[in-house]
């Protein structure tokens, strides 16, 4: 079918549509007014990562084609767990750890959305504002007869889990009624017309859409964004070293800088469309670039991406290191340093965590400790399996090497 609004227009172009309940009639109410649209973010950690990034990105392109975009806290479905696409049920988190993830997620969407009392402007909001006051056998009653258990374990959220035979507790199963009722809550409150969502949320949203109207009566809408495969075929952002944080405290703007230049040759484009503000006409030039020109379209999705998540004020230093450590193919030159230490420090050995954090590959000790951990650390082409591991080679070059591109040698001295 042909789109005529531009909130779908673009959508459309950059790939972020997948499946519908209704894409013509969405279309045609975004035709003749502003809506508002939700998307939900359960509070598992004090970070979301770049696996979360399509989601964010398509709230971002809601609300700068003039249209509310309302950002939902899982406050109270962080205690029961989504049991989509997981193996096992979720582990159970206290009062204050879902109060310091919120904390902590809500950070990253002041970088991306503009907050405030405007027409479009985004709201945060928390389902725990609702959830929480439910009466169980009120809730039973008005709303229980409105989903068919049969209907329910069709869905793969639930399908997978059960022919895996793991189990599925009857608290995870009923995680779909309550996303459902978050909608017809936002609905009533907000006005909110569409749920988005990736495509594992499918029967979630779907089952949202039906809730509000067999209750009201009104005709709501379901939007879901393609699963992100990379060139290799596999999850876009999970990396050896661990997941691509979009929080700095937990992943150094110079690493998701580097995640970003590192893309795949195949991945460039689509990742210039999904996780940029540039104009399509600009990202199909760059889509056109072949062999070495490739590394500009890497360059400018690696700023670009940074500068959503950060700020542009970062690149000047990441920029300085990159031209310091890599040559323009983005492969390491040889760098040694001479890096001086006191002979008692010498005779103990230095702690690897330490040399880590003091050439730049971490900002910190626990980074540091992260990064062996997955496996990205490695000592003289070896990867480094002891967090504990002290180092002594006075007088001699070791190389030390953090991922597949960053390598600096090292001649450990003692001071004079």
């Known amino acids: ?216 009566g009104k005709h709501v809408y379901g939007l879901t964004s393609p699963l992100v495969i990379t060139a290799g075929g596999q999850k876009m952002g999970k990396t050896a070293s661990g997941a691509v944080w979009l929080n700095p405290e937990r992943l150094s703007v110079y690493d998701y800088w580097q995640f970003w230049r590192n893309t795949h040759d195949q991945d460039v484009g689509k990742y210039l469309r999904l996780f940029t503000d540039l104009p399509i006409d600009e990202i199909k030039r760059l889509e056109e670039l072949k062999d070495q020109e490739i590394n500009e379209a890497k360059k400018i999705l690696a700023d670009e991406a940074t500068t959503l998540a950060h700020g542009r004020e970062c690149l000047d230093e990441i920029h300085q290191t990159v031209a310091k450590f890599f040559n323009a193919e983005g492969t390491a030159k040889a760098e040694l340093q001479m890096l001086d230490y006191s002979r008692q420090e010498l005779s103990q050995g230095i702690p690897v965590v330490d040399l880590l954090c003091r050439i730049g590959f971490a900002t910190s000790k626990g980074e540091a400790r992260r990064l062996i951990k997955g496996g990205g650390a490695r000592l003289n082409d070896t990867v480094i399996t002891d967090e504990e591991l002290t180092i002594k080679e006075i007088g001699t070059v070791i190389k030390l090497s953090a991922g597949k591109k960053r390598h600096i040698e090292i001649k450990l001295k003692p001071a004079e």
């Open 1 to 216: 079918m042909t789109i005529h609004s531009e909130f779908l227009i673009q959508a459309q172009e950059r790939g972020f549509l997948y499946q519908s309940t209704d894409l013509s009639g969405l279309d045609d109410l975004m035709k003749k007014q502003p809506i508002t649209a939700y998307l939900g973010f359960d509070a598992t950690a004090d970070s979301l990562h770049v696996g979360s990034l399509v989601q964010i990105m398509w709230l971002r392109l809601l609300q700068r084609t003039g249209h509310k975009p309302l950002v939902l806290m899982g406050g109270g479905t962080s205690k029961i767990g989504d049991p989509t696409g997981k193996d096992s049920a979720r582990q159970v988190l206290s009062e204050q750890d879902i109060a310091n993830n919120i904390k902590g997620i809500g950070k990253i969407f002041s970088r991306f959305l503009n907050f405030g009392e405007g027409q479009s402007d985004a709201m945060m909001l928390n389902n725990a504002d609702w959830l929480e006051s439910l009466n169980y056998i009120d809730f039973l009653r008005d709303f229980g007869s409105h989903f068919s258990v049969n209907r329910l374990l069709s869905f793969d959220s639930v399908k997978l889990r059960l022919e895996r035979e793991q189990n599925l507790s009857f608290l995870e199963f009923n995680y779909m009624i309550l996303q459902s009722y978050d909608f017809l809550e936002l609905n009533r409150r907000y006005g909110c017309v569409l749920e988005l969502g990736g495509s594992d949320q499918w029967g979630n949203i779907v089952s949202g859409v039906d809730l509000v109207r067999k209750i009201s």
